[in-house]
Structures are given as structure tokens and as C-alpha cells.
């Protein structure tokens, strides 16, 4: 089976082509889903849990950012649709993605493993904003 990015014509759309590994004996799909997502360029920054709150200020405090983050676990993958939204240029300057693998749930209170996949947004924080005033 051949996958063939959209939008792309031509000769190119061959050259940017590639195979997907389908067994049709088999009923397990996810090395083709694998595959198909390795494909798909992000802007999303993977981070350490411990870090997230170093994060949230360097880019909703100094750069002045909207962080729009995707909270996991090991067993979940970053969503395509996240991927894909992440690309898009009406985010490119005023936001930020952040994905964040087994959040604890002691730094996020509310949180349970059932919550998960979650997303959640930081708008960009005033210079006066002090650590530890998110609710």
C-alpha cells in the first residue's frame, strides 16, 4: 500500500510517496499507524513533567506566548489531530506546544489517569504574574 501526502501534484507526488508495511494475514494495523505518524511533522516541544512549570514562564511570561499543552500517558500517543494543530500558521506566533508524557498528578490537582489525553491552555501571563498564582 502506498501513501501519497496531499496537496502534492505531479512528479512530486510520487517522489514524497511512500510504502506502508500491510500484512492482509494480519489484523494488527499499528506499524502502518506507526508509520503514517512518523510522517506528520509538529511544532509540539516534548517536555519532562518536572520542567513544565519553567516552561510555562519562559514562554507565556517572557515571550509572551498562549501554551497549549497535551497531557498523556506512556501508553497514549500524541493525537494526529494535536500534531496537525500545532502546524497550523494561525498559531505560528502567539502560541506554544507542549507535550507532556505521565503528568504527575500531585502538580495538576484534579487529574486522574482517566482525564487522559487531556489538553489544557495558558494565556499569555502580565510581567506582574507571580509564580504559583494559576488556579
Known amino acids: 500500500?502506498?501513501?501519497?501526502?496531499?496537496?502534492?501534484?505531479?512528479?512530486?507526488?510520487l517522489d514524497r510517496s511512500f510504502g506502508l508495511p500491510l500484512d492482509l494475514n494480519s489484523n494488527d494495523f499499528?506499524?502502518?499507524?506507526?508509520?503514517i505518524l512518523s510522517s506528520f511533522?509538529?511544532?509540539?516541544?516534548?517536555?519532562?513533567?518536572?520542567?513544565f512549570n519553567n516552561y510555562l514562564?519562559?514562554?507565556?511570561?517572557?515571550?509572551k506566548k498562549n501554551v497549549i499543552y497535551y497531557m498523556y500517558t506512556g501508553e497514549q500517543e500524541i493525537?494526529?489531530?494535536?500534531?496537525?494543530?500545532?502546524n497550523h500558521p494561525v498559531f505560528a506566533e502567539d502560541c506554544v506546544f507542549l507535550g507532556m508524557k505521565d503528568p504527575p498528578y500531585e502538580i495538576f490537582k484534579g487529574l486522574n489517569e482517566k482525564m487522559l489525553p487531556?489538553?489544557?491552555?495558558?494565556?499569555k501571563l502580565d510581567d506582574?504574574?507571580?509564580?504559583?498564582n494559576l488556579e
Do not use: C, W
Open 1 to 13: 500500500m502506498r501513501y501519497y501526502p496531499n496537496k502534492v501534484t505531479d512528479e512530486k507526488k
Open 30 to 35: 499499528k506499524p502502518m499507524i506507526d508509520d
Open 41 to 51: 511533522d509538529s511544532h509540539i516541544v516534548d517536555i519532562q513533567p518536572h520542567l
Open 57 to 63: 514562564l519562559q514562554y507565556a511570561k517572557e515571550q
Open 79 to 86: 493525537s494526529i489531530s494535536f500534531r496537525q494543530l500545532s
Open 118 to 123: 487531556s489538553i489544557g491552555l495558558i494565556p
Open 128 to 132: 506582574d504574574f507571580k509564580e504559583g
